[in-house]
């Protein structure tokens, strides 16, 4: 389905027209089903009669490699199992992501923040958003909590872009990522450090730590950095609600782009911030392309449709996100939006994100600091110009040129 022309933050307008349940033919010709309703979508991610499991599922987009999914899930490539094996990595994985330990990195998110807007104040305009700021922050926050040298960076962001780009085979771009990581979890039995693959190694074995480690990786530096990317040229798009960034609006603390032990401020401003940002999750919705999706172990009613044993049911998550019956006046950006907090953009259920509150530290910091740093920051090209990820499965821009 195609976007509309001139308005790249809307989901194609098709979706909007079907039904909360509507069949869908995968391109290996099963035929399953597309889940554009918000209440259909929540049935189906908490109900444990719909499976994660790989070798179960149909892809809703045309794959050049399906990557063995015919086949089950390796081990630690828990994201697409079920409990009771999903059970077992999460709980190991939980400890590493609590909200506790998620904010006690926030002093360093600043300082990393506010180190790349040095850099671009000394390099001047224009920039390249996404090279200077949207993509280095959350790799490198993620590669510290990993304990992946950054001096790496450039290699797994390209392996990492081209594994999720929808008309790319994949495979080689996998088995380097896969060889890189094993080796490194193999350093980290004879060379621990305190990072979280250091942490797990007594728990799990090579292979299980591998996947982990590539699972983390991938999606805790691409996702966020097209939100940071996507987003900022939203809000630079709807200046009127860029103010609420910019601490215009919010009437809460700043502290300093260097940061430190307070963050983000206190009060109402917080606050402010911090629905904003769901707001944006929710309006952008950048996992656009069927995903995820769920397959039925058994005959399963939802929003009134019968889901037969083995058929597939795809998310599209832009379509579920603007559902009208939840969310009103849906297709406007409102960053006081009081029930954007309930996006499913992280998803439902036990398969809900890991990264969820480190990602959301990441673009609360990301976008406030960037706003307030260079106020007057705008598009270096016409917006027309600016080059969306169409064929990714990560939606976002390959760039974005600004000067302030």
């Keep these: 389905m195609e976007r509309t022309p001139g308005c790249p933050f809307d989901p194609p307008p098709a979706l909007a027209k079907l039904a909360p349940m509507a069949r869908l033919d995968y391109p290996d010709g099963h035929v399953g089903w597309l889940a554009t309703g918000y209440e259909a979508a929540r049935a189906v991610l908490s109900d444990p009669r719909f499976s994660s499991r790989q070798e179960l599922k149909h892809s809703a987009v045309r794959m050049t490699s399906q990557f063995g999914q015919d086949r089950p899930a390796p081990p630690g490539m828990f994201a697409t199992t079920d409990p009771p094996e ?3 990595y999460r709980r190991l994985l939980t400890g590493q992501f609590t909200v506790r330990r998620m904010r006690l990195l926030e002093p360093r998110i600043e300082q990393i923040t506010a180190d790349h807007l040095d850099a ?19 790799s490198l926050v993620i590669c510290e909590l990993l304990g992946v040298p950054y001096e790496d960076h450039h290699f797994f962001q390209e392996q990492t872009a081209r594994l999720v780009a929808i008309d790319e085979e994949g495979v080689p771009e996998l088995a380097a990522l896969v060889s890189y990581l094993g080796e490194l979890v193999r350093r980290k039995r004879t060379e621990p450090g305190d990072d979280l693959i250091s942490g797990l190694t007594d728990d799990l074995d090579d292979e299980e730590l591998t996947n982990v480690a590539l699972i983390l990786l991938v999606a805790g530096h691409e996702t966020t950095a097209n939100m940071l990317g996507l987003g900022v040229f939203a809000l630079l798009e709807h200046p009127e609600q860029r103010a609420l960034f910019s601490g215009e609006s919010t009437g809460g603390g700043t502290g300093s782009a260097a940061g430190g032990g307070g963050g983000e401020g206190t009060g109402a401003g917080a606050s402010a911030v911090e629905g904003a940002v769901e707001e944006l999750m929710r309006w952008l919705s950048i996992l ?11 005959d399963v009613e939802v929003a009134g449709e019968l889901v037969r044993k083995g058929e597939t049911v795809a998310l599209s998550l832009p379509a579920i996100n603007r559902d009208p019956s939840l969310f009103t006046d849906p297709d406007e950006l409102r960053l006081d939006r009081a029930e954007a907090r309930r996006h499913l953009g992280f998803g439902h259920g036990v398969h809900q994100c890991l990264g969820q509150q480190l990602a959301r530290i990441e673009m609360r910091i990301g976008y406030r600091r960037l706003f ?3 106020p007057g920051l705008r598009l270096a090209v016409p917006a027309s110009d600016v080059p969306l990820k169409e064929r990714s499965g990560v939606y976002g821009v390959e760039s974005l040129p600004v000067t302030w």
């Design 86 to 88: 999903h059970t077992r």
């Design 288 to 298: 656009h392309a069927g995903a995820p999706t769920r397959v039925a172990l058994e």
């Design 372 to 374: 307030e740093r260079f």
């Design 120 to 138: 671009m104040a000394a390099a001047g305009p224009p920039v390249d958003l996404v090279r200077a700021y949207a993509l280095p922050i959350p």
